[in-house]
């Protein structure tokens, strides 16, 4: 019988890759075939660490992120750049393959939100597309909101604060400091604006995706939900919740 395939590509940090391979998981339970991507060192990571065989490795394959193998991965923006730079080329030439030699051909491209300029490629290709947060709904929604930001003059057209000002999204949610704005975690300014302009080019990249899901329930987040009536919850994505081990710890921390 031919399934559905369904290809998942996480971010590039193990905050992602987890719930991207629960993800994976419960679409296999659901009758799906699922092939799940990593970049080459991303994989390399995994295969060197895996705690437990849980089937998972059959599904993944690889594809280079552009850097070469000295470079440094922590430098994050230059990573984004490089990804979204190189591997547009290589997912398209992967969807050919596949399609070539599995009579599974891939139907759907379901993406990281830090991976969202592949939805380009899906859509070239004919395959639904469906943008996955691996977050909380909140996270989600401060950075959904930064058009609004701007123009409510929170923030300057790079990400900075204009005044220390609490931020608060909606009612039900708790303020926030300007200072704790997800893209203002560098101590150097200048990686702040790259990191702001990532995310600033990653929402026009979801414009043309057809579905958003989650990685939380509207239980937990009501508040946050109200915002984003658009976001369909699948989670909380937990080995546990379909009585399994967890995949495992891949880094020692996340970038």
């Known amino acids: 019988m031919v399934k559905p395939h369904v290809l998942?590509?996480?971010g590039p940090t193990q905050g992602h890759v987890i719930p991207a391979i629960e993800l994976g998981q419960r679409l296999i339970?659901?009758?799906s075939k699922v092939t799940l991507i990593n970049t080459e060192a991303t994989h390399k990571v995994i295969t060197m660490n895996w705690l437990e065989n849980d089937g998972c490795e059959d599904?993944?394959?690889s594809i280079p992120d552009g850097l070469e193998p000295w470079e440094d991965r922590n430098e994050f923006g230059k990573l984004m750049e490089s990804m979204e730079k190189s591997m547009p080329t290589k997912l398209e030439q992967l969807i050919e393959t596949i399609n070539k030699q599995d009579v599974n051909k891939v139907t759907c491209l379901i993406v990281d939100f830090w991976m969202s300029w592949s939805l380009r490629v899906a859509k070239n290709k004919?395959?639904?597309r469906v943008t996955f947060f691996p977050a909380s709904t909140a996270t989600q929604a401060t950075m959904l909101s930064i058009p609004k930001l701007i123009d409510d003059g929170f923030i300057n057209k790079n990400g900075k604060p204009r005044s220390s000002e609490m931020i608060r999204l909606t009612e039900g949610?708790?303020?926030l400091k300007p200072e704790n704005l997800l893209w203002l975690r560098f101590i150097d300014s200048t990686r702040n604006e790259v990191h702001f302009r990532n995310h600033v080019r990653l929402i026009e990249s979801t414009k043309i995706t057809e579905w958003f899901i989650c990685n939380s329930s509207i239980e937990l987040e009501p508040a946050a939900f109200s915002l984003?009536?658009?976001l369909l919850p699948v989670g909380p994505l937990l080995a546990s919740n379909r009585l399994a081990d967890q995949a495992g710890h891949f880094w020692a921390e996340d970038l």
């Open 228 to 230: 984003l009536p658009e």
């Open 126 to 128: 004919g395959i639904g």
């Open 29 to 31: 339970k659901q009758g």
């Open 8 to 10: 998942l590509l996480p």
């Open 59 to 61: 599904l993944m394959v």
């Open 173 to 175: 949610m708790p303020p």
